[in-house]
């Protein structure tokens, strides 16, 4: 029964790891990557901004992640999961350069714990040590929740990467200039779609509009000027989010445009003593997704995977 | 459709066309005359394993927000949405004989439609996802690469490349069981508890033993079908206990041995009362993988008439 077909098991025996071709096994994503500290750098800041990028990246991936098997076609579905999975591979490679960079921003395991530092950065950390922007994290709602959320997020992540690309830092150059592609993706994907429920019917309409009204006050974060993101784009490391905002703008003024609605007026929403998600300063939100994502790797600190 | 004089013996004509195809093992193509019967057949064995794609999206999917590492994530929400793949590729083949996706997803909801009954039971761990890749994945395969010299062509080639997949999701799952045995002493426990819950449901997945299974002779006799039941369990058995010596773990199965004379394994019989009340919708898990399904469906239906409506109206500018 097997004449075309008779290799499908042959090699599945045997301990030689040079057979799980996945493009995924390899247990330092940044191997063979010079992971210097570009000169003048302050390795703590560099690692910050990482997890900064890098927690966005896996926040917003885990959230999308939830739509898997419930989108409302498999097209969508598929969409979907793709994003996901682009914003998780962004996410493991800027956790580990965050780790490599200073080793000190990682969680301490106990001895011998075969966890890499991409994992305990992502599963031994706690809320208040995440740098994620709150509108990552935020609870799920419907369709058009999803779509807003990534459209506001892809905009300004895609205007950042775009600027990366050109960082002193080699692997945030290589990180932001294969995100670029992915990330022109996503915004591409939730453009059309927040046109399509725009100008969709009434309900896909008011939908939109609910999301926009629940969704437009989390937008100002992705752009707010931190002191570290500044400090870093004046070392030509990273990039200042105040420089994001007018071309953010724009985009999101065609958008509107195309879509026949007007910029919504909401005020920021406010942080806790000037604190937010940059600061470690999360919505109810966040607690409650880490326990979910974390509750088996915590539960296995010696374990491999 | 081109519309064909009235011929006395054109039925039989093109009936003996169709069985020459059969006999020289050629395939039927979408436009090529085909029995009902056949057609039929086809539609519902198509669908059902299109069905059991989507379907077997959940179980998998029930461990994607808690995947112990970042590179288990990856490869699992990779997987998934393989599966949704597949479930086009079917759909797709199933087109071809002229009912729509719509219709089977339809068809699929009211229950009228079945799924693999492997699907309704439920995933207790993250050494589940392995073993769903060792064996359910393994027994699939099994099954399905037969079907790539199926009778029917769009569905033999949507076989070819879903078989290459569903081998590397066997691989994969084979290889984090492999990783978790060399993990601690929970870990182990942990494989070990999950293989002996998955073993007799994936030898179910094989279908009735052969002397009742209703619908197995014509689809041999029509090349839609290659292997019987009960050749393609032994096949799986045969397969699967070198890979379980090699793991470290135990089948749960007294009656398992080699036998010499036979030149395969001996093994136990499962337990048909179990799959008889699975299929029958009594199983663990019928009820929330179905509700589940229509709730992302009912969820999704204003999206599908907004982007209709828009489609339309884009259309007619």
């Not at chain 1, 992705?222 to 105040?242: K, N, R, Y």
């Not at chain 2, 519309?3 to 013996?9: L, Q």
């Not at chain 2, 379907?55 to 112990?68: C, F, S, V």
């Not at chain 2, 799986?236 to 080699?258: C, E, I, K, Y």
Request: net charge negative; charged share 25%.
């Amino acid at each position: 029964m097997n004449d075309d077909h008779g290799s499908i098991f042959d090699g599945l025996l045997g301990g030689d790891s040079s057979q799980w071709a996945f493009g995924t096994d390899f247990e330092d994503p940044l191997a063979g990557v010079d992971t210097t500290t570009p000169d003048g750098v302050d390795p703590a800041e560099l690692a910050a901004y990482c997890l900064m990028l890098g927690d966005d990246a896996l926040i917003m991936s885990q959230r999308l992640s939830e739509w898997c098997s419930r989108a409302p076609d498999l097209e969508e579905d598929i969409a979907l999961a793709n994003m996901a999975l682009d914003l998780l591979g962004q996410a493991r490679l800027l956790l580990a350069r965050a780790a490599a960079a200073d080793p000190r921003v990682v969680p301490g395991l106990p001895e011998g714990s075969p966890v890499p530092p991409e994992d305990a950065l992502a599963f031994f950390r706690d809320d208040r040590d995440f740098r994620n922007v709150r509108l990552a994290e935020v609870a799920n709602g419907d369709f058009a929740h999803v779509v807003v959320r990534l459209l506001m997020f892809s905009t300004a992540r895609l205007a950042l990467l775009e600027r990366l690309c050109v960082s002193r830092d080699h692997v945030l150059a290589a990180v932001a200039a294969k995100g670029v592609k992915e990330v022109a993706y996503h915004r591409d994907w939730a453009g059309r779609w927040f046109v399509t429920l725009a100008r969709g019917t009434e309900e896909s309409r008011r939908r939109l509009l609910a999301a926009l009204d629940a969704l437009w006050l989390l937008q100002a974060e992705l752009v707010a000027p931190h002191p570290l993101e500044h400090s870093l784009a004046l070392a030509g490391v990273g990039v200042d989010p105040a420089s994001l905002r007018d071309p953010v703008d724009a985009v999101l003024g065609q958008v509107l445009t195309a879509a026949g609605l007007d910029r919504p007026e909401r005020a920021p929403l406010a942080g806790v003593g000037g604190r937010t998600g940059r600061d470690g300063l999360h919505t109810e939100a966040l607690s409650l997704l880490l326990a979910e994502m974390q509750v088996v790797a915590r539960a296995h600190p010696m374990g491999r995977w | 459709m081109t519309t064909i004089p009235a011929e006395p013996d054109l039925e039989a004509r093109l009936q003996a066309g169709f069985d020459a195809t059969i006999a020289r093992r050629d395939r039927i193509e979408p436009r090529d005359w085909m029995p009902d019967a056949y057609r039929k057949t086809l539609v519902r064995q198509i669908a059902q394993h299109a069905h059991s794609e989507i379907i077997g999206m959940q179980p998998e999917g029930n461990w994607i927000g808690r995947a112990p590492s970042l590179r288990r994530k990856a490869i699992l929400l990779a997987k998934v949405q393989d599966e949704a793949g597949h479930g086009l590729y079917l759909y797709s083949a199933c087109e071809t004989l002229g009912v729509s996706r719509a219709e089977l997803t339809g068809l699929l909801l009211s229950g009228r439609q079945k799924y693999s009954s492997i699907f309704n039971y439920p995933t207790l761990s993250y050494a589940d996802v392995g073993t769903i890749g060792w064996l359910v994945d393994g027994a699939a395969i099994c099954n399905q690469v037969p079907l790539c010299r199926t009778s029917y062509g769009p569905y033999g080639r949507a076989m070819i490349r879903i078989c290459k997949e569903e081998s590397f999701h066997q691989r994969q799952g084979y290889e984090l069981l492999m990783t978790m045995m060399r993990g601690t002493d929970e870990q182990r426990a942990m494989v070990q508890e999950s293989v002996d819950r998955f073993w007799w449901p994936s030898l179910m997945m094989f279908g009735p033993p052969d002397a009742n299974s209703p619908n197995s002779e014509r689809s041999m006799a029509w090349g839609i079908k290659r292997n019987s039941n009960d050749e393609l369990r032994q096949k799986f058995v045969d397969m699967t206990v070198p890979q379980a010596d090699a793991l470290g773990v135990t089948l749960p199965d007294p009656g398992l041995r080699w036998n010499e004379e036979r030149g395969h394994y001996d093994f136990g019989e499962p337990d048909w009362r179990e799959l008889a009340a699975v299929i029958r919708g009594d199983g663990p898990c019928n009820a929330q993988r179905l509700a589940h399904r229509r709730a992302a469906h009912d969820d999704g239906a204003w999206v599908r008439e907004a982007a209709t409506a828009f489609a339309e109206r884009e259309g007619a500018r």
